[in-house]
């Protein structure tokens, strides 16, 4: 026997009617958020629903790492220019453009993704988190001109302790601007 389902009111999930706790977002749900007049049962829930749902989060996700990107070019062009002028050794640099720009482009990014998407808070941030990673290792065999192949790039920065902490902190500031994300 089919249960009766409602959306729930913080991600527009469908979840069990009468549920205390949504199984999607975590949110505690009142009763009284639940609109009990309209219930949605899984046979009147169309595949329209489920691909609009699908469209927004992978909107939010490429509107998220656009962000993330825009970011972290900003961060990177100011690291530039300060060290252009001398204000910051290229050690600074390169700790900053590490350390900081992924990170704080992915937090960001996510962030907006999730408010767009309004669901899988975690899973946004995640998938932000490492679309920029890859995009990052794209875009050094870019720059490369042809003189490294791209297994040679990952094999290289697979190596490289430094790297793999700032994909760590890129992936972690993902699911972390995912976190502090709006959940209505």
Not at 136 to 151: D, E, H, M, P, R
Not at 166 to 174: E, K, T
């Amino acid at each position: 026997m089919e249960q009766e389902r409602v959306e729930c009111p913080f991600c527009k999930e469908l979840i069990v009617k009468g549920a205390q706790k949504c199984r999607f977002c975590g949110e505690v749900i009142n009763s009284d958020e639940i609109s009990s007049d309209n219930p949605i049962t899984r046979q009147s829930h169309t595949s329209n629903e489920t691909v609009s749902k699908k469209g927004i989060s992978l909107g939010g996700i490429f509107v998220g790492w656009i962000t993330a990107e825009v970011v972290g070019f900003i961060i990177g062009f100011v690291i530039g220019f300060a060290m252009s002028q001398d204000q910051m050794t290229q050690s600074e640099a390169a700790f900053l453009t590490l350390y900081v720009s992924g990170p704080v482009g992915a937090s960001i990014g996510a962030f907006v993704a999730v408010a767009i998407a309004k669901r899988h808070f975690f899973l946004h941030g995640l998938l932000v988190g490492l679309i920029c990673i890859v995009a990052a290792i794209l875009t050094t065999f870019v720059l490369s001109q042809g003189k490294s192949t791209l297994q040679g790039i990952i094999t290289e920065c697979i190596n490289r302790k430094e790297v793999l902490i700032s994909w760590a902190l890129i992936i972690l500031g993902g699911i972390l601007g995912a976190m502090l994300s709006p959940r209505r």
